[in-house]
């Protein structure tokens, strides 16, 4: 299972893309970030560090 960001939650501060250990955490066309599940190691320091809690593990 991988975290995910909520695109209408994320303001595009990318604090989050610097505190992830596995880089998988980059910035989309329009700023906010988004997660590659396939490098998330779900970790959670991201989740931990997010200004407005828009990070939270992927319920699917
Ligand atoms: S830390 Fe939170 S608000 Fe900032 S870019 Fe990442 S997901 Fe978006
Ligand atoms: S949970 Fe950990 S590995 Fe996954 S995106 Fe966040 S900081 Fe990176």
């Given at each position: 299972m991988a975290?995910?960001?909520d695109p209408n939650k994320c303001i595009g501060c990318h604090s989050c893309m610097a505190t992830?250990?596995?880089q998988?955490?980059?910035?989309?066309?329009d700023g906010?970030?988004?997660i590659d599940?396939?490098?998330c190691v779900s970790?959670?320091?991201c989740a931990?560090?997010?200004p407005v809690t828009a990070i939270a593990p992927d319920q699917k």
């Open positions: 975290y995910k960001i992830c250990p596995m998988a955490i980059s910035a989309g066309p906010k970030c988004v599940p396939a490098k970790c959670g320091t931990s560090i997010c």
